[in-house]
């Protein structure tokens, strides 16, 4: 049975790396669409600037000091959203080297309820982290649904990218549908952000990626072809919507 997470008005997300300009972007969204946040930033004064405005214009948000990539500081971390909020339905790491997501899952893992959530790995360039033998037991033994997306090599962080922010929180508030197109994507790991949020086709952003997906999906199938042709097996509706973009 697949996972059915909570609409986003309803979830409490946890953004560790809010101290980044996508990690913000992705606080404000969430915290417009309803759900409650927890910002977690290494720099303390940043994560309660931007909880402090959050709050201001009527949104529900907490700041975290601390450093996810250590896995203590991330146990705290986790429990201390806990004690804020009850408990917490999606954690989003953002540009955070790989220990930083790792220990996102482990958190998830121990404290989300049977209903389970999600985990967001955003990361500059491709990696993948999770391997398939972590993603079952994970999702057996937690219930967490695990994505990663592509940011740009180049990645600045103090420099938003609004398809990232905008892909994150349609993953936190999707993924219980579509869990396998974000973690497939983070497989292939050549269509990035900006196609991945064009993937469910939805606003004007998939007209305007169009060249670039095709682009890059001509140069993931010559890269890893069987890696792309057995994601296209495993969800071929959502490969049929993905060529229909990549034809505009």
Not at 62 to 86: C, I, K, M, W, Y
Not at 93 to 111: F, K
Not at 146 to 161: G, R, T
Request: glycine residues 10%.
């Amino acid at each position: 049975m697949g996972l059915k997470l909570k609409p986003l008005a309803e979830q409490v997300v946890v953004v560790s790396g809010a101290d980044t300009a996508v990690g913000e972007a992705i606080a404000r969204l969430a915290a417009t669409a309803g759900a409650a946040v927890v910002l977690i930033g290494r720099d303390e004064s940043v994560a309660r600037r931007i909880c402090a405005e959050i709050n201001q214009e009527g949104g529900r948000a907490h700041p975290l000091a601390g450093d996810a990539t250590d896995a203590q500081e991330a146990s705290r971390l986790a429990r201390a959203a806990v004690a804020r909020f009850g408990g917490f339905d999606t954690w989003i790491s953002v540009a955070a080297n790989e220990l930083a997501a790792a220990n996102a899952a482990r958190e998830a893992a121990a404290h989300y309820s049977e209903r389970g959530g999600a985990v967001i790995d955003l990361a500059p360039g491709r990696r993948n982290i999770f391997g398939a033998a972590q993603r079952r037991a994970l999702a057996e033994k937690g219930r967490v649904a695990l994505s990663q997306i592509s940011l740009p090599k180049d990645f600045d962080p103090e420099k938003p990218i609004p398809s990232a922010a905008r892909t994150a929180l349609r993953a936190a508030g999707e993924v219980g549908r579509n869990r396998g197109v974000l973690i497939g994507l983070g497989v292939v790991g050549a269509l990035g952000a900006t196609a991945a949020a064009a993937w469910f086709g939805r606003s004007a952003l998939a007209s305007a990626a169009a060249p670039m997906i095709r682009r890059q999906v001509t140069k993931a199938v010559m890269q890893r072809p069987a890696a792309a042709a057995k994601l296209a097996a495993r969800h071929p509706r959502q490969t049929l919507s993905l060529a229909k973009l990549a034809l505009r």
